[in-house]
């Protein structure tokens, strides 16, 4: 055991460290150490990401030559490292004061974690070689099972407030990434351990990094060691603040079209100068999907006055509620007269088109100004740029600012009319929309039962708002007709979503309806089998056989229908064949 008396002789030296001899180092491990090979991706990752003043967590310390090098060529304010095997403490310490570096590094025998509801101690397994010891005791090596200590990583990050975080876990880094937040951290310094969680749960961890704003350093980064760094202005939205609930003013900003179709696509707004403007980006799923676009080329639109920039415009029904509609918010925080809401559309083919039902939107916002399309790059004389509140991903739930705008802006004049049972169907929309197929039948069993059959694409906006109002029962195929409703449904109506497809947008429609108007849905996914055009089709394409006995049950059991009338009978298959004819093939079924 090594006292504090003792000065126990020096096995190794890396980067001017030098490394005093344990029971830990072996001749192999002393000859990495030498050669600069032991940690030396993290190392490396390390010492190209801290700067002088920085403060820095380390979560697994292992020997401590990781954040002794740290602290001493990177020049930090201070080194916090953390290391659940107690033994290796003291030998720690031991490196940490041969190397005059105990004012600036501290280590504790404790476990951080970020979930809720940590317990005061957790199991660790500890293995014959340091090397490995982990909360998970993921294969058949022989391990000592002891209790750590665990202290909050929100309570570090108040008390201490790191600027960068080194990683190394042994598989512990998923379950810690799923619950931490990264907000304050300049970079990331990670290994991943596909080992213990398999290589879907490495790219997990990848998703999260990203998704919080993380971005890979090609030239110190691996596969399993990632050194990535943040710019807080380019993070996603996020629901509960930050720059989605604030509101930036450009003078002579620069709006420029989309250079090019697709998914993700150059486009937005630069600052005079050619700076890119983050807080104007689309973001959908933690993705942005407008990045910054080149200066213009040529000839510049001017637009004088002040207007509100409103994004990408989307002439598709749904993702104009929940994207385009996003930084409308800002009417309720606006300190000056505006001239109109400014979009993008999402092709430029598209140019200056503008859809009745998206002018009379902004007019139930009581916002009686233009709404515009541009159709040429623009220069506009001032243009305020409130942050994305709305949208696909984290952002469905709508930040605060958003939600009020909706609630206290939205449709207030239009009364409830119409039935109290409704049925929102989709049955006379194109073919190819993702149609659920029975869909006629079901609202043949559904109007016995006292429904009214609704197809709200028939009806202009102030129709389907006042029809929904008067509802207190819906039913409803899933779809974008949902998001109009969330935007003006109360807590005592009852919802029942009819799934089509497997798909994530489920669940967004479901957290809308909860955080907007407070219902839980009946969500009932009873399908026998979904169809797709032949060949590689992507799944908002596919249609979904209804299952009418299992779906009669659920509703009779969520108290949408009685008992009354006949048990309804599943589709006969000749004639589904018959009706999707050759252009359609069965969807395999997942193993």
């Not at 800002?330 to 809401?341: C, K, S």
Request: aromatic letters at 6%; charged letters at 20%; proline letters at 7%.
């Amino acid at each position: 055991m090594v006292t504090a008396k003792e000065t126990p002789p020096v096995a190794a030296e890396c980067h001017g460290v030098r490394v005093p001899q344990s029971p830990f180092l072996n001749e192999t491990r002393i000859q990495r150490i030498n050669a600069g090979r032991y940690e030396g991706q993290e190392i490396a990752g390390a010492l190209a990401v801290i700067q002088p003043g920085d403060r820095v967590l380390e979560m697994g310390a292992g020997l401590g030559l990781v954040g002794a090098i740290a602290a001493h060529k990177g020049a930090p304010e201070a080194v916090l490292s953390f290391e659940a095997n107690a033994a290796l403490i003291p030998h720690i310490r031991a490196l940490y004061d041969l190397n005059e570096l105990q004012n600036k590094i501290t280590v504790r025998n404790q476990l951080v974690i970020s979930g809720d509801n940590r317990p005061a101690t957790l199991p660790f397994h500890v293995r014959n070689s340091f090397l490995g010891s982990s909360l998970i005791d993921s294969d058949n090596r022989e391990t000592t099972q002891v209790e750590v200590p665990t202290i909050s990583y929100a309570e570090v990050c108040q008390t201490f407030k790191p600027d960068v975080l080194l990683m190394d876990i042994e598989g512990a880094e998923l379950e810690f990434l799923r619950h931490a937040s990264l907000d304050g951290l300049r970079a990331v310094v990670i290994e991943f351990h596909p080992d213990a969680y398999g290589r879907e749960g490495m790219r997990e961890c990848k998703r999260i990094l990203e998704r919080a704003g993380f971005r890979k350093q090609p030239d110190v980064s691996t596969r399993l060691v990632w050194t990535c760094t943040c710019n807080p202005a380019e993070r996603p939205p996020a629901p509960d603040g930050g720059w989605s609930t604030k509101i930036t003013t450009l003078d002579n900003a620069l709006v420029q079209l989309p250079e090019r179709d697709g998914l993700v696509q150059p486009a937005g707004v630069l600052h005079s100068d050619g700076r890119p403007c983050p807080p104007a980006a689309l973001w959908r799923n933690g993705r942005a999907l407008t990045t910054p676009p080149q200066m213009p080329q040529g000839p510049v639109t001017e637009r004088a006055g002040t207007w509100l920039w409103g994004g990408v415009l989307w002439l598709h029904f749904g993702h104009f509620l929940v994207e385009s509609t996003s930084r409308l918010w800002a009417l309720d925080h606006l300190e000056e007269e505006i001239n109109g809401v400014l979009f993008i559309p999402k092709r430029s083919r598209n140019g200056g088109e503008v859809s009745g039902y998206q002018r009379d939107f902004l007019t139930l916002l009581g916002c009686d100004k233009p709404l515009v399309s541009s159709d040429a790059p623009t220069r506009v004389e001032r243009l305020i740029v409130p942050g994305q509140g709305f949208g696909l991903g984290s952002l469905i739930t709508g930040t605060a600012p958003y939600r009020n705008t909706v609630a206290n802006r939205f449709a207030r004049e239009i009364a409830p009319e119409g039935p109290e049972k409704l049925y929102i169907s989709r049955s006379q929309l194109p073919a190819g929309r993702g149609n659920l197929i029975g869909e006629e039948a079901l609202e043949t069993y559904l109007a016995a039962q006292g429904y009214k059959i609704f197809h709200p694409e028939k009806h202009g906006l102030r129709e389907q708002i006042a029809v929904y109002k008067a509802a207190k029962q819906i039913i409803a195929a899933e779809g974008s007709a949902l998001h109009l409703l969330g935007m003006v449904a109360r807590p005592a109506q009852q919802v029942a979503i009819v799934v089509r497809r497997p798909s994530s947008a489920t669940r967004g429609l479901e957290q809308h309806l909860q955080s907007f108007a407070g219902i839980t849905t009946a969500t009932l996914f009873h399908l026998t089998r979904s169809w797709k055009p032949l060949g590689k089709a992507k799944a908002r394409l596919w249609m979904g056989e209804l299952d009418m006995p299992a779906l009669q049950d659920s509703l009779r059991e969520t108290g949408f229908i009685d008992d009354s009338g006949p048990r309804w009978a599943n589709l006969d298959p000749a004639k589904v064949r018959a009706r999707l004819g050759d252009q359609f093939e069965l969807v395999p079924e997942k193993t």
